[in-house]
């Protein structure tokens, strides 16, 4: 693949059944949900990306472990967006509902939308990084029909109606996000892809 001409995303597998994504242009990387620093550093570097930002989706150490050896060995100017609340590591910016942020390289834009279940702050990123290219959202609560209907205004207008690719943060999610899509997209008859595998954008 030629750097800069397609944004990928990646799994990096963690622990026993998350994923940590990450998404690049061949060049420059941000990662999603950081739980262990080591399998981010090692694909990092096979893949010679330089890393430009983190996201957190939740506190939960299992998705933000890896945060702080990342900018330890990294940098420290590294930017991390995550949810309101004391408790992410390293965290530089706070992002809330309806925030837009803008990323240069690999080039993205990102739109945060408030999903709150398991955790309060719970969040998710919308993400169009091309004319071409409906949203992508990253969370690991979508799949949790009890909350459907503090999720639905966010969800029924912009998500269903135009999310290819759904990158959820552990493999137990994976069918329990489809059948809660399922579940909301008879009305549209619309059904986003469940992402397991790498995804060029």
């Known amino acids: 693949m030629d750097k800069n001409t397609l944004l990928q995303v990646w799994p990096i597998p963690a622990f ?19 739980g262990d620093a080591e399998p981010t550093l090692e694909y990092l570097k096979a893949n010679k990306l330089t890393l430009k930002g983190i996201l957190i989706t939740h506190h939960h150490a299992d998705h933000t472990g890896g945060i702080l050896t ?11 967006y995550g949810p309101v609340g004391d408790n992410i590591p390293g ?32 969040i998710a990123y ?8 409906h949203f992508i959202a990253f969370t ?3 799949n949790m029909a009890f909350h459907l209907r503090m999720i639905m205004p966010c969800l029924v207008g912009s998500f269903l109606k135009s999310t290819k690719q759904v990158y959820h943060g552990t493999q137990f999610y994976e069918k329990l996000i489809t059948f809660t899509l399922l579940m ?9 892809t469940i992402a397991s595998k790498t995804v060029g954008v």
Request: proline share 10%; net charge neutral; with cysteine.
């Open 70 to 80: 990342l900018l330890e060995k990294l940098g420290a100017n590294i930017p991390v």
């Open 140 to 142: 690991t609560i979508l």
């Open 91 to 122: 965290r530089t910016v706070v992002a809330m509902q309806d925030d837009k942020i803008e990323i240069a390289s690999p080039r993205i834009s990102l739109k945060v939308c408030e999903v709150p279940g398991p955790t309060l702050s719970h």
């Open 184 to 192: 909301m997209a008879l009305q549209l008859r619309k059904l986003p």
């Open 16 to 34: 026993d059944d998350n994923y940590i994504w990450c998404i690049h242009d061949g060049s420059n990387a941000l990662v999603v949900d950081p």
């Open 126 to 133: 919308f993400a169009k990084p091309n004319p071409k290219i």
